[in-house]
């Protein structure tokens, strides 16, 4: 059975977790740290192996670990049936699933065993919706119905799944994400000339980031064409022979890539656009930078944003899902429509050409703009979440 809210003495919720793979922007070892054991025990799952670095962190926090073991991305039938008897033998009382692949697969199997507490946190905003995926927008429907919450982690991803994906607005809660203040407090402590070496610039020329994945959602195509704008006319206050050098660096990997490469070679931008992969030093980079760009078609959340203006970056996004939410315009950003390769061109085209800009929106950001977004907020709500459905539920001791 499952214990009321915070009376001595109960036991803790027995909760699991289930990821995909991994945990690049740490973001679920976060919260798992800051679970208070008093109210949960938390677990994790990955729907593949499980990767050393994510492994060795669960160690470190004493926190068991199920590698389901199943082929990317869904898991297959052998993963399902494997965590619907891990679920009933360790008698889990709540499964919280993250991202859509274990979402889909792993509530499926939350509800076979009939885990009394089914949560699945929606780190997706309206994307499927916006590409047309109608097979994955009817999944994405079919997992609210299997589960007593679903965590919204921004307020416009909460208005897509009540508005246009039909969920009961009783069932949709909204739980921000968390920051990592470690890589943020290491970018600002790092000495900034070494930075900048880490960026292959030449003298006197600028250096805008992309700290994105390569996947169709981020944007980067409508980013190369604003940036053929940029080369080819006079957008903003100059001529493009006339702006300052720069060069765009693109941090992040993903199954774009050779499509990214080929499209930036047929526009011209070869020389223009470097390729870095994925890099552990993300935000040190972005502080490095003279300008971070998010040119974003559908965004959740938003976390490198505020990375962003936490180690002081110029930054031009996109008003993409949650982003609005979390900085404000001409004041400590430069925000964008998603898709528009002209507006975005007159935005990069600003940060280039006016030194003033790049130091106004700097000196608007720093270390301040996380303390709403701590580990420790963010796993109480999530506490909250499945006490409230409990509670729901009628269940007790």
């Not at 407090?185 to 000495?191: F, M, S, T």
């Not at 899902?321 to 390769?341: M, Q, S, T, Y």
């Not at 085209?349 to 580990?375: C, F, N, Q």
């Not at 499945?386 to 009628?394: C, S, T, V």
Request: aromatic content about 4%.
């Amino acid at each position: 059975m499952i214990p009321e809210e915070g009376k001595p003495g109960e036991p803790p919720l027995r909760l699991l977790h289930l990821v995909g793979d991994g945990d690049r922007s740490g973001l679920f070892t976060r919260l798992i740290e800051a679970h208070d054991r008093d109210r949960v025990r938390p677990r994790l799952a990955t729907v593949g192996s499980c990767e050393p670095a994510l492994r060795e962190a669960m160690a470190r926090l004493d926190v068991p670990v199920l590698s389901l073991d199943g082929s990317p991305p869904w898991g297959g039938a052998g993963a399902v049936t494997r965590l619907v008897g891990h679920l009933r033998r360790e008698r889990i009382q709540v499964l919280n699933t993250h991202l859509y692949h274990p979402s889909v697969a792993g509530q499926a199997a939350g509800a076979l065993a009939r885990t009394p507490i089914r949560v699945v946190t929606r780190h997706h905003s309206d994307y499927h919706l916006r590409a047309g995926r109608s097979v994955h927008v009817a999944l994405d429907r079919f997992t609210t119905t299997l589960v007593h919450r679903v965590v919204a982690v921004s307020e416009h991803t909460r208005q897509v799944l009540i508005h246009r994906e039909g969920a009961p607005p009783e069932k949709v809660v909204t739980v921000l994400n968390s920051v990592d203040r470690q890589r943020v407090r290491v970018a600002l402590e790092a000495d900034p000339s070494e930075l900048r070496r880490r960026l292959p610039v030449g003298p006197g020329e600028l250096a805008l980031v992309v700290p994105a994945r390569l996947h169709p959602e981020k944007g980067h195509s409508t980013l190369f064409r604003a940036l053929r704008l940029l080369d080819s006319r006079r957008v903003g206050v100059a001529w493009a022979s006339l702006r300052p050098k720069y060069r765009v660096f693109l941090l992040g990997d993903g199954p774009s890539r050779k499509a990214y490469e080929e499209e930036v070679a047929s526009l011209g931008l070869a020389g223009r656009v470097v390729f870095m992969g994925s890099r552990p030093d993300a935000v040190e980079l972005m502080r490095a930078a003279d300008g971070v760009v998010l040119p974003s078609h559908a965004e959740a959340f938003g976390l490198v944003v505020l990375e962003a203006l936490a180690v002081g970056a110029p930054l031009v996004a996109t008003t993409a899902g949650g982003i609005p939410e979390l900085v404000r315009h001409e004041e400590n950003a430069l925000l964008v429509p998603p898709e528009d390769e002209w507006t975005l061109a007159r935005a990069l085209a600003r940060v280039l050409d006016e030194p003033g800009l790049r130091e106004r929106l700097a000196a608007a950001g720093g270390p301040k703009v996380l303390e709403p977004y701590t580990a420790e907020r963010m796993a109480r709500e999530y506490e909250e979440v499945y006490l409230d459905a409990a509670r729901e539920r009628g269940l007790r001791v």
